[in-house]
């Protein structure tokens, strides 16, 4: 059966073609909001201005003082009726802090996790835009990844780690253990609780923050990715090789965080690196108080690192060319 011809009386109006679709950049994971990968989602404002990451920043830093001023005027009071309290804090500002200790632990850690309400905040109120643009192009966390993501991490580190310990000298025997008898359980208890909060706020704050400031400015993801990395180095007062390895973790996770179009698998991978080290430690297997770390361990690191770079951005679609003019883009 066909189809009737159509009157030539009444041909069909020809419609006007649509203007060419224009997108603002290269290398856009499917889903960016607005066609910008996640290192320039601060131009996603409509009335985005070259000032506008100063603003964020600098609302940033003063939520921050904000909230370590409260911190401490709470712990102060708090130390009034709990003497205990007090001498913790003054131990963990010590230049001989111990990061086994419960409670030095808290103290230390949780300063940083000031840092994520800090960059939320400074992005809605200094930069004008959600505070979910800072964890990823879709506007919020995406939660899904994240059991495999650290299932991932999870198994990487105990092979890596269970080869590094075959070594004559690993990171373990470098300053002996860390698990004191009778604080075991409390301490994996608190770094369960704490740890993983301390990691995302570091993620939030140089991998989000300073990642999408400079991204506003810097078009090549490279920028974005390798500047933050040196201010990432100099909050951890490592020796050379130890320095080496932060950089190294800093490199993977920005690229990551490029390439996946969020902070997820930085996270995930965050937040097991440092929850195993000081579960180690807890037991005696491994020195959170080290200084640096044996040369002969770098190796097994950084193929962590790689290992887990490069299966986990598996998890997420590849970011797309830009479009031809006239094209279009296909979910």
Same mark, same amino acid.
């Given at each position: 059966m066909t189809s009737p011809n159509p009157s030539p009386a009444s041909p069909t109006p020809e419609l006007?073609?649509?203007?060419?679709?224009?997108?603002?950049?290269?290398?856009?994971?499917?889903?960016?909001a607005g066609g910008y990968p996640y290192h320039r989602l601060a131009r996603s404002r409509p009335n985005y201005r070259w000032w506008h990451p100063l603003t964020t920043v600098l609302v940033a830093l003063v939520v921050l003082a904000v909230l370590t001023m409260l911190a401490t005027v709470a712990t102060a009071v708090a130390g009034m009726f709990v003497p205990g309290i007090a001498v913790t804090v003054d131990q963990a500002l010590s230049a001989e802090s111990d990061l086994t200790d419960?409670?030095?632990?808290?103290?230390?850690?949780?300063?940083?996790?000031?840092l994520w309400p800090a960059a939320a905040l400074g992005v809605r109120w200094g930069g004008g835009r959600p505070a979910g643009t800072l964890s990823s192009i879709a506007g919020r966390l #995406?939660?899904?990844?994240?059991?495999?993501?650290? &299932? @991932?991490? *999870?198994?990487?580190?105990?092979?890596?780690?269970? %080869?590094?310990m075959l070594l004559p000298v690993t990171w373990g025997q470098d300053g002996g253990g860390g698990g004191r008898s009778g604080n075991v359980w409390l301490l994996l208890l608190v770094v369960l609780a704490v740890v993983p909060l301390q990691a995302a706020a570091e993620e939030y704050a140089f991998r989000g923050l300073l990642m999408q400031g400079i991204g506003s400015w810097l078009r090549h993801p490279a920028f974005a990715i390798l500047l933050p990395v040196p201010i990432f180095v100099l909050g951890h007062g490592y020796g050379l090789v130890?320095?080496?390895?932060?950089?190294?973790?800093?490199?993977?996770?920005?690229?990551?965080?490029? #390439?996946?179009?969020?902070?997820?698998?930085?996270? &995930? @991978?965050? *937040?097991?690196?440092?929850?195993?080290?000081?579960? %180690?430690?807890a037991v005696g297997?491994?020195?959170?108080?080290?200084?640096?770390?044996?040369?002969?361990?770098l190796p097994f690191s950084l193929a962590f690192l790689l290992a887990y770079s490069l299966l986990a951005v598996r998890r997420f679609p590849a970011p797309a060319r830009r479009a031809p003019a006239g094209s279009t883009i296909r979910g």
């Open positions: 006007p073609s649509a203007p060419p679709l224009a997108l603002p950049d290269q290398d856009v994971p499917p889903g960016a419960p409670g030095q632990l808290v103290v230390l850690f949780g300063s940083v996790t000031l #995406r939660w899904r990844p994240f059991p495999k993501l650290l &299932a @991932l991490a *999870v198994a990487l580190f105990a092979v890596l780690n269970g %080869l590094s130890g320095q080496i390895d932060v950089a190294a973790f800093a490199v993977a996770t920005g690229w990551m965080t490029w #390439r996946t179009g969020g902070l997820e698998a930085a996270i &995930a @991978l965050h *937040v097991i690196n440092n929850v195993g080290v000081f579960a %180690l430690g297997l491994s020195n959170p108080n080290a200084t640096d770390m044996p040369l002969a361990s």
